[in-house]
């Protein structure tokens, strides 16, 4: 079974700074991507930041300068540094991984439980 188990997260002001963590765990052979999406109420999930295996790093237009994915590729973790927080920034932040258990299987999605950002104004 895998398992991807996210930390972080809460409640911030405008302006202000959260960090969340996500960790794969399980049978992993090979991860090909570790992402971030968020949903907020009433709206679809999107992507927010996704670090691909190669090194590849892209962001949500709506993020872009204010957050960072970063990967650690030997942990299977993923986080992501928020900065300069909007009240448009709330929402439940899900971690996704694009992995499979054994070699020779596909690689498709696994995701995280969630994790609340409230950004208050």
């Known amino acids: 079974q895998v398992q991807l188990v996210e930390s972080g997260g809460g409640l911030v002001q405008a302006g202000g700074s959260l960090s969340l963590s996500c960790v794969a765990s399980g049978k992993i052979d090979s991860i090909n991507a570790m992402a971030w999406y968020r949903q907020a109420p009433g709206k679809q999930r999107e992507l927010v930041a996704v670090a691909t295996s190669g090194g590849t790093t892209n962001y949500a237009d709506s993020v872009k300068g204010r957050f960072t994915i970063s990967r650690d590729s030997a942990k299977n973790a993923v986080s992501l540094q928020m900065n300069s927080l909007k009240p448009e920034d709330t929402a439940v932040y899900y971690c996704?991984?694009?992995?499979?258990?054994?070699?020779?299987?596909?690689?498709?999605?696994?995701w995280g439980q969630g994790t609340q950002v409230t950004v208050s104004s």
């Open positions: 996704n991984g694009n992995l499979r258990p054994y070699r020779g299987f596909p690689y498709r999605d696994y």
